[in-house]
Nanobody, 115 residues
Framework: QVQLVESGGGLVQAGGSLRLSCAAS????????MGWYRQAPGKQRELVAR???????NYADSVKGRFTISRDNAKNTVSLQMDSLKPEDTAVYYC?????????WGQGTQVTVSS
């Protein structure tokens, strides 16, 4: 049974930082590309950051220079360090594991940035 469990969300003031973590089980973690997506009310889910099984990263333009994704294959975890947060970063953040065309999702964690 695949499980992706996110943690670290919460309420923070603009300019602050949060660190999200996702613990994975039931998958061969090292073979999966891992990503963070977010969905704000009334908007489509969008990719925030992704790190491939080989360690390559890519980011949405809106978060480049502010967010950093990392993975620890020994601990089966992927993290998202979010700095200089803005109110427009407010959303539910979802962890994603992808291998070939198969996707698994976490339940999401709320991030709220107050102005």
């Amino acid at each position: 049974q695949v499980q992706l469990v996110e943690s670290g969300g919460g309420l923070v003031q603009a300019g602050g930082s949060l660190r999200l973590s996702c613990a994975a089980s039931g998958i061969i973690f090292s073979l999966n590309d891992m990503g963070w997506y977010r969905q704000a009310p009334g908007k489509q889910r969008e990719l925030v950051a992704r790190i491939t099984s080989g360690g390559n990263t890519n980011y949405a333009d809106s978060v480049k220079g502010r967010f950093t994704i990392s993975r620890d294959n020994a601990k089966n975890t992927v993290s998202l360090q979010m700095d200089s947060l803005k109110p427009e970063d407010t959303a539910v953040y979802y962890c994603n594991a992808r291998m070939f065309s198969h996707n698994n999702w976490g339940q999401g964690t709320q991030v709220t940035v107050s102005s």
